[in-house]
DNA sequence: AACTATTTCAACCGCACGACA
DNA sequence: GTGTCGTGCGGTTGAAATAGT
């Protein structure tokens, strides 16, 4: 297709922004608002491509942007979901507020892709067949010594990141909130649903289980038990293969609201309350299509394959397991 | 102190996709 | 159905910072 690009090269600045660009770029937004790159810079006079605005707003100057090394938790959270969803880094972002998916991009390129490759050597395969590569630059040898990371801040970071404050993991906030984002390329995993007759039938068309077990769980109570699964080495999206679920879904509804009145069994089953049934749209928020109200059963019981159970339920158990994200 | 090697990460690039005319 | 626009994404680059000699 024909497309022009999106912004004339000529005479527009590159490279890395001044205090000035930035001062007015934050001014602009903040009197106007995000959205309409391409024509944002001409109306705030500012000699760049809208691609280059975006992007520096996105992932520099967004007054909720954190600073600041990654913390543990955070380490942890995003090897967990690199497991689960390979490159897709703004999925990954989504769930570390202020983070962004650049900074993760770079964060796993120059620290985590190694240290995850030399912790499980055979497993450098990702599930949409991206071998968790390091960028040509990027691959060295595990032998070689580090460099302890420090903070590095041109004059225009400096500038422009004075006023956030240093980083706060996401486990110091117990009541963190789940960051939503808009990436929604993950649902391109989707396995394709049962005929939705099947899902009506206690089958198992595509280890899909939603079979009305014979032990009826108790009611939920209070805490979810701890969760003590962990991911399968070899554990891909594709082992996903549970009806419609749609992990990026999930990973994009707010969990919080199923706190306390949802608990996991030991049969690879998960049991919601009253409330939470009750509540379609936050049924429906989770993504999940095997708790619709459709096909949940009288019970309110689902259940899910064993690899999903895992790798849920490991994902989940960030934080210590007694508290969901 | 000076120089080189290595690492970091902000910025760029090309592509994909949905919305819309 | 086709082309364009607006936006978002992941991969890559290269200048600057830092470590090593």
Redesign the pocket.
């Known amino acids: 297709?024909?497309?022009?690009?999106?912004c004339s090269?000529e005479g527009l600045?590159?490279?890395?922004?001044t205090a000035q660009e930035d001062r007015i770029l934050t001014n602009y937004i903040k009197a106007h608002g995000?959205?309409?790159?391409?024509?944002?810079p001409k109306k705030a006079g500012l000699q760049?491509?809208?691609?280059?605005c975006?992007?520096?707003w996105?992932?520099?100057l967004r007054p909720d942007i954190k600073r600041g090394n990654i913390s543990p938790d955070e380490e942890e959270l995003i090897i967990r979901l690199h497991k689960l969803l390979g490159?897709?880094?703004?999925?990954i972002a989504g769930r570390l507020p202020g983070r962004?998916?650049?900074?993760i991009?770079?964060?796993w390129?120059?620290?985590l892709g190694r240290k995850v490759q030399s912790n499980t050597p055979t497993n450098s395969q990702s599930r949409s067949g991206?071998v968790d590569?390091l960028?040509?630059?990027?691959q060295?040898d595990d032998d070689?010594?580090?460099?302890?990371?420090?903070?590095?801040?041109?004059?225009?970071?400096k500038m422009s990141t004075a006023d956030n404050s240093a980083s706060e993991s996401p486990s110091s906030k117990p009541d963190a909130r789940l960051v939503k984002?808009?990436?929604f390329?993950c649902s391109?995993v989707l396995i394709d649903p049962p005929p939705e007759q099947e899902l009506h039938r206690n089958e198992d068309p595509i280890n899909t289980d939603f079979a009305a077990s014979a032990a009826v769980a108790p009611a939920p109570t209070g805490v979810l038990p701890p969760f003590t699964a962990n991911i399968p080495a070899d554990l891909s999206m594709d082992d996903f293969e549970i009806g419609d679920i749609c992990l990026s879904g999930f990973l994009n509804s707010d969990t919080s609201s199923i706190a306390n009145q949802g608990q996991f069994n030991s049969n690879n089953s998960i049991t919601i309350s009253d409330d939470l049934f009750a509540d379609h749209s936050q049924v429906q928020g989770l993504g999940w299509a095997a708790l619709s109200s459709d096909s949940v059963h009288d019970n309110h019981q689902a259940n899910a394959g064993p690899n999903f159970h895992q790798a849920f339920a490991s994902f989940l158990d960030y934080n210590g397991g007694d508290q969901w994200l």
């Open positions: 297709m024909g497309r022009s690009p999106c090269k600045n590159r490279g890395a922004w995000e959205g309409r790159w391409r024509n944002l760049r491509c809208g691609k280059s975006r992007l520096r996105l992932n520099y490159n897709r880094w703004s999925l962004t998916d650049n900074e991009k770079n964060y390129n120059t620290n991206h590569q960028s040509p630059n990027h060295h070689r010594p580090r460099k302890v990371k420090s903070p590095k801040h041109s004059e225009t970071s984002n808009n990436a390329k391109k």
